[in-house]
């Protein structure tokens, strides 16, 4: 089983495959194809990295990091890239009589819920994200972030995800997180 440097933002997905990462046609980035075996119960192929120069099997993959169009760079004499069939570990916290509970989302098929980018024309031209399509059943599809990479301190170890907002809500991506939409109860 590889190791995976955010093991709390993931479990490996019994049964479903990935496909190698593919690049781009002009090689400028790199992504995940579609898989017929990934996609069941919440299951999805994520694009993980890790740096060539010594690497043995032991060493954890990363989350590639993609930019505010979805997008990951490909840099194959550096990094060496991935696709796992995973399924996100999407934790909450509740609060009940002033008791705290850890809660756990729970993952729908995604129907054509997908991450839409969205140009922003003004002073400062920028990009937002926002989730849209339709979800199975009375599901909903829904914005969450991931923090990929950081400041002096950050410790992939402790990254979750984290909710940010229903379908159809403008976000201004925050640099260091990737961003993707889920089908959710």
Same mark, same amino acid.
């Given at each position: 089983?590889?190791?995976?440097?955010?093991?709390?933002?993931? *479990?490996?997905?019994?049964?479903?495959? =990935?496909? %190698? !990462?593919?690049?781009? @046609?002009?090689?400028?980035?790199?992504? =995940?194809?579609?898989?017929?075996?990934?996609?069941?119960?919440?299951?999805?192929?994520?694009?993980?990295?890790?740096?060539?120069? @010594? !690497?043995?099997?032991?060493?954890?993959?990363?989350? !590639?990091?993609?930019?505010?169009?979805?997008?990951?760079?490909?840099?194959?004499?550096?990094? *060496?890239?991935?696709?796992?069939?995973?399924?996100?570990?999407?934790?909450?916290?509740?609060?009940?009589?002033?008791?705290?509970?850890?809660?756990?989302?729970?993952?729908?098929?995604?129907?054509?819920?997908?991450?839409?980018?969205?140009?922003?024309? @003004?002073?400062?031209?920028? %990009? *937002?994200?926002?989730?849209?399509?339709?979800?199975?059943? %009375?599901?909903?599809?829904?914005?969450?972030?991931?923090?990929? !990479?950081?400041?002096?301190?950050?410790?992939?170890?402790?990254?979750?995800?984290?909710?940010?907002?229903?379908?159809?809500?403008?976000?201004?991506? *925050?640099?260091?997180?990737?961003?993707?939409?889920? =089908?959710?109860?």
């Amino acid at each position: 089983m590889p190791k995976l440097s955010s093991p709390q933002a993931f *479990e490996f997905c019994d049964g479903g495959t =990935c496909g %190698d !990462a593919k690049p781009s @046609g002009d090689n400028k980035h790199v992504s =995940c194809p579609p898989s017929d075996t990934c996609g069941k119960g919440g299951c999805y192929c994520q694009l993980f990295k890790r740096k060539k120069k @010594g !690497a043995t099997d032991d060493t954890p993959w990363d989350v !590639a990091h993609t930019d505010s169009k979805g997008q990951t760079k490909y840099r194959p004499d550096d990094l *060496e890239y991935k696709c796992f069939c995973v399924k996100p570990t999407l934790d909450a916290e509740l609060t009940v009589d002033d008791v705290k509970y850890t809660v756990r989302y729970q993952l729908c098929t995604c129907g054509t819920c997908s991450l839409d980018v969205i140009p922003v024309l @003004g002073a400062k031209t920028h %990009d *937002e994200v926002k989730c849209s399509g339709t979800c199975e059943g %009375d599901c909903k599809c829904t914005l969450f972030r991931l923090q990929v !990479a950081g400041k002096a301190g950050f410790d992939p170890k402790n990254a979750k995800w984290e909710r940010v907002a229903k379908a159809d809500t403008q976000v201004k991506p *925050e640099d260091n997180y990737s961003y993707r939409c889920f =089908c959710l109860k």
